[in-house]
């Protein structure tokens, strides 16, 4: 009982003490703040004695009032050099650009070179395609090539421009120009294909692979080889000075017939083609193909021989419509020169 006794009087000193503690601080606080309230608040007085005899002037002042108007000193002056250094970061900027600008002149030159030079390209251009369709018959002007299309005068008449929105504007121009290329050629491509796909029913190609070998015997009045008498020749000779070179078909077609005759083609092959073309490959040595065996433009068919009568190996190739033989160097459109 009496260590509770002991306790509650210990508990009501720590009381009592924290009690007299906080009155003390804030007997303190109020006492500073106090202080400082009385000294802002000390009067002063600035005497101006002029030199002259006129009378001195009093200004009555407070230390709060002196303490505002230097503050107010303190800002304007901060203010001022801070808009100071932030003209003259601008003007650094300015400067930084301008010489940027003045970099970047040459490679604005080169562009305006470039450009030009893409635009003599695609006048050249625009000229060949023109003309191919006037070929094919189709007017230009229908097609979307016309001057409404692409603005000549602006797209080449680049004398002396530095203005890079300019180059902009020629450069989109020329896209806008080859956009509205790109259905004639694609009307050209399928021409083109239409007549590939004819063409390859005609005998028009060299018949020996790789273009190689020349003409030894051209098609008509020739001297027999044996006898020195002249007699119809009904083909043309080509030679590569040996055997076993490949043959390829002239054009799409079937083979009609192989044959082997000991005193004249030798191993021979006929092709019958469309459009009522044939055409006959002589003096082979051996053979690729069957009868019936359909074959397209530039397979190989069989080789070069000397088979039947021949003084060496060579081709002897004819090209008949229907039962008319004609010359087979109107059809060649890959040969070498012939020297006659």
């Known amino acids: 009982m009496a260590q509770i006794h002991y306790y509650k009087r210990f508990e009501n000193m720590l009381v009592q003490k924290t009690k007299n503690g906080v009155a ?3 007997s303190k606080t109020a006492g500073f703040f106090k202080a400082i309230f009385r000294f802002l608040s000390r009067r002063y007085t600035i005497v101006l004695v002029p030199h002259s005899e006129n009378r001195v002037h009093n200004f009555h002042i407070t230390v709060i009032a002196m ?3 230097v503050l107010v000193i303190i800002v304007t002056a901060g203010g001022f050099f801070w808009y100071s250094a932030l003209s003259g970061a601008k003007k650094g900027a300015g400067s930084i650009t301008e010489s940027g600008f003045g970099d970047a002149q040459p490679g604005l030159e080169q562009l305006k070179v470039e450009v ?4 003599r390209a695609a006048r050249s251009f625009e000229a060949v395609l023109s003309g191919t369709l006037l070929t094919m018959g189709r007017d230009p002007q229908t097609t979307g090539l016309g001057a409404a299309a692409w603005d000549r005068p602006s ?9 890079i929105l300019k180059e902009v504007d020629n450069i989109r121009q020329l896209s ?3 956009s509205s290329v790109v259905d004639p050629i694609k009307e050209i491509g399928t021409v083109l294909d239409s007549q590939s796909a004819i063409l390859s029913g005609i005998p028009s190609i060299w018949p020996i692979r790789g273009g190689i070998g020349h003409f030894t015997t051209f098609f008509g009045i020739n001297p027999d080889p044996f006898t020195g008498a002249s007699h119809m020749h009904t083909g043309i000779d080509i030679s590569t000075y040996r055997s076993g070179d490949p043959i390829v078909a002239t054009a799409d ?3 009609a017939y192989i044959g082997y005759e000991p005193s004249g083609f030798g191993n021979y092959i006929i092709i019958r083609h469309q459009h009522g073309f044939y055409t006959r490959y ?3 040595l051996s053979f690729r193909v069957e009868t019936g065996q359909q074959v397209s433009q530039g397979e190989t068919i069989g080789y070069i021989g000397s088979t039947g009568r021949s003084t060496g190996p060579h081709l002897h190739y004819e090209v008949h419509i229907g039962s008319d033989v004609v010359d087979p160097y109107k059809y060649l459109n890959i040969r070498p020169k012939p020297v006659r």
Not at 155 to 163: E, H, P, V
């Open 24 to 26: 003390w601080v804030a």
């Open 67 to 69: 303490a505002i108007s």
């Open 116 to 119: 030009t030079q893409l635009s």
């Open 155 to 163: 797209f080449f008449d680049m004398q002396g421009s530095d203005d």
């Open 176 to 178: 806008a120009y080859l």
């Open 253 to 255: 077609g079937q083979v």
């Open 282 to 284: 002589a003096h082979l």
